[in-house]
């Protein structure tokens, strides 16, 4: 606001007052509202000037002054001479040298607010342009900050899935080891069991036969066993070449010949 304040101030105080009154109130407009409300003032003025002039004036005022320029001082004292009594005609070309200098004083305003906002458009599409690469690098850091949380949300629960596989797994092998350690310690349970019914069957003999024929039984036993296996074995060869039985039922076969 101050240049703008600056360039009116170069404006003799009557132009500087016929700006403002039709400008009139700018609070609640931007810089560059107000800069161009005062651009359309000077072309109002300018064309409200140039329209009452007449060449035969124009060219007498050239005749009288040539290119001599008014300061400002020079057009606050023609505005007020211009309210004091004089000739007719020299009133005609004094009012034309009149608004043909307020003319000129208009236009070197216009082109100084006319830079003005020219620069004000720049700065204003700048910071717009600023603004949006602004808001496009919040937006991207956003977007990145969801996927980083998306993937750590991902990363987190496929370590709890992996953590759950695993937990599945151990409990798994640890219910294998115990039914594994379950079916080992009933086998040895049967085992002593059937080696202490063996035991005692044996004792139950040596009570009633001695241990004399507990001993030829028990031979007679083993020898008893190793027939049945040679003849099981024999039958089992037979068997096979003719392809009667699988291996499992000659397995079961000789299973049996075990427990006799």
Partial sequence: MEELHHHLRQLPGFLQAEIAAYVGDWSGMNYIEITDKHIQAVNHLINSKRAPLQPIN???AHTLWGDQRSTKE????????RTLPGDGRMDLIAEARFFMESILFLENFKRSIEDLLTRLLELGRQHAERMAQEAAQRQAEEEARARAEAEEAARRLAEEHAAQQRAIEAAF???????????HELALRNAEEARAKEAESNRAIEMTFGPEASREIDNAIKVLRGTIEIAITDFSNTISAHGAFDM???EAIQNMSATH
């Fill in 173 to 183: 092998q640890l219910a294998q080891r115990q039914v594994e350690e379950a079916e």
């Fill in 74 to 81: 020079d057009m606050e004292m023609s505005a007020h001479l």
């Fill in 58 to 60: 124009i060219e007498y």
């Fill in 248 to 250: 499992s039922q000659l």
